[in-house]
């Protein structure tokens, strides 16, 4: 670690790095290698606590009221896709979000999001995150008439069943968005703002590799918790990778405050963890996977708010006719075998794909086209998040076309009362 670090400094003083490595990608790479070493030097010594001030862990998210964990214990269920959704439904419910991202070698956050271009700002103190949208007001959404087979009337239909049936805590009243309606003429609506933070913001290309070992990915998720300057946020999602290794040991031995630290009244115990988000798919191998991600959160203390059963059939955009591609009921029969709520199903949406790839707004039935766009940096018929002519606007407004919308809007309104119930309890 010392020769590893040695190396990174000298490189910085002689200029003798790569002509691709940038000034911000060497202070990285050196600040990584000090925080892992003190890290290291803590661990061996058995102590609990920081040694340096440059690696004290101190916790601003004074600003930030209530903290959802997205987990799974399988790869490519769906995270980043439950996580952007969610956000972008807590925005279009009034609330303000931000979406942390630790999945550290392979962040997808800033392409779901149209962000691949965008950098960190450095401002005293930490990070500013980027800004994905203010808090605004948005004109009334495209009128859209899906079939009657479409997923947005079946899928939702299954989810009503599937959430009366779960175990509910006491409703509680939820912030509504702020909406205009004259005369039968569709409502604007208002929006709470979104904010982001990824390492893909810091890496100079979307093709970089992240080959750290677990004290530097340690050290990483710390630097997030510690040195990100949120704005005052309802909630904050953490997009995690999957398993139960280091990065979630990480945010489990950050995030969950001790009930003698909590009455100190120190900073990082007004931040609240209000528990987890688990997703699985339908299929056994995957839900198999996921109940060891139930079995962390039971042994670590976290909460789990409810499961989300991803991938549970697909809609044609055409037709409307609905298939079980990779089973059903998965998810929600888990969900009931660890006594927690399951918050519904999600179909596969060629839209959705559209939407984050393309940057096109959601088109369904005769409005569907041929799907192809000028090919991007990857040789593909995606751009990575460019924008089509006549789609210029916001994601979170194209996004109130996309048939998904309408399952994520009740997937929110579950969220936001488990965590309200959660806080008048306390």
């Known amino acids: ?16 790095s790569s002509a691709k490595e940038s000034q911000s990608d060497i202070m990285l790479g050196i600040i990584v290698h000090l925080r892992s070493l003190v890290y290291l030097r803590t661990t061996a010594a058995g102590g609990s606590k920081s040694i340096c001030r440059l690696c004290s862990i101190t916790m601003p998210l004074d600003n930030v009221k209530h903290i959802v964990l997205i987990l799974s214990g399988k790869g490519g269920v769906g995270k980043s896709s439950i996580t952007t959704q969610l956000a972008l439904s807590l925005c279009l419910a009034g609330h303000s979000v931000g979406v942390l991202d630790v999945d550290l070698t392979g962040p997808s956050i800033p392409r779901l999001l149209g962000l691949e271009s965008a950098k960190i700002t450095q401002a005293p103190g930490g990070w500013l ?4 949208h203010a808090s605004q007001t948005l004109p009334p959404p495209p009128t859209r008439a899906p079939s009657p087979n479409s997923c947005e009337n079946g899928l939702s239909a299954q989810n009503e069943d599937a959430s009366s049936a779960s175990s509910a805590p006491p409703s509680s009243p939820t912030p509504q968005p702020t909406t205009t309606k004259t005369n039968g003429t569709p ?57 139960t290794s280091d ?3 990480s945010l489990a031995e950050t995030l969950l405050v001790p009930p003698s630290a909590a009455t100190s009244g120190s900073a990082s115990s007004k931040a609240k963890l209000a528990g987890a988000v688990v997703v699985t798919t339908p299929q056994a191998v995957a839900v198999s996977d996921v109940r060891k991600e139930l079995g962390f959160c039971k042994k670590v203390g976290i909460e789990v708010l409810g499961v989300v059963e991803n991938m549970s059939g697909y809609v044609c955009e055409c037709c409307g006719v609905g298939t079980n591609l990779f089973g059903k009921g998965g998810g929600e029969v888990m969900a009931g075998e660890f006594g927690v709520r399951f918050l519904g199903r999600v179909p596969v949406d060629g839209q959705w794909g559209v939407l984050v790839e393309e940057g096109r707004r959601p088109r369904y039935g005769g409005d569907v086209g041929d799907g192809e766009n000028e090919e991007g940096d990857d040789g593909g018929r995606y751009s990575g998040g460019g924008q089509a002519e006549g789609d210029e606007g916001l994601l979170v407004d194209k996004y109130r076309s996309c048939s998904l919308q309408g399952i994520f809007e009740e997937i929110s309104k579950q969220v936001v009362e488990i965590v309200e119930a959660q806080s008048m309890d306390e």
């Open 247 to 249: 990065e979630h040991i």
């Open 129 to 132: 995150p980027v800004e994905v």
């Open 187 to 243: 409502a604007t609506q208002r929006i709470g703002s979104l904010h982001a933070i990824s390492l893909g913001f810091l890496l100079p290309s979307r093709s970089s590799a992240v080959v750290w070992r677990g004290p530097k990915k340690t050290a990483m998720i710390r630097q997030f918790m510690s040195d990100v300057l949120w704005p005052p946020l309802d909630y904050l999602l953490i997009d995690t990778p999957p398993g």
């Open 1 to 16: 670690m010392l020769e590893n670090l040695r190396k990174v400094l000298l490189s910085a003083i002689i200029g003798e």
